[in-house]
């Protein structure tokens, strides 16, 4: 994750958990689907290791 470079263990936890309850306090009435996908967009795979690689998508094609 981004926010990873610099940080202890102990200081990306802090992160992760400001970054849920964030998401999580928003009103769930305007926001469900942030609400409800908090835990899995703020502590998720690595974005790179999700992502289809150029070779993917040219033998798709």
């Given amino acids: 994750m981004h926010f990873t470079a610099g940080h202890d263990p102990a200081e ?3 992160i992760v ?6 998401l999580e306090s928003l009103p769930a009435d305007r926001y469900p689907n942030l609400v409800a996908m908090s835990g899995p967009m703020v502590g998720g795979a690595d974005p790179p290791s999700t992502t289809p690689s150029a070779s993917t998508w040219s033998s798709a094609a």
Avoid: H, S
Wanted: proline content about 0%; cysteine-free; hydrophobic content about 35%.
């Fill in 12 to 14: 990306i936890a802090e």
């Fill in 17 to 22: 958990r400001r970054k849920r309850l964030d």
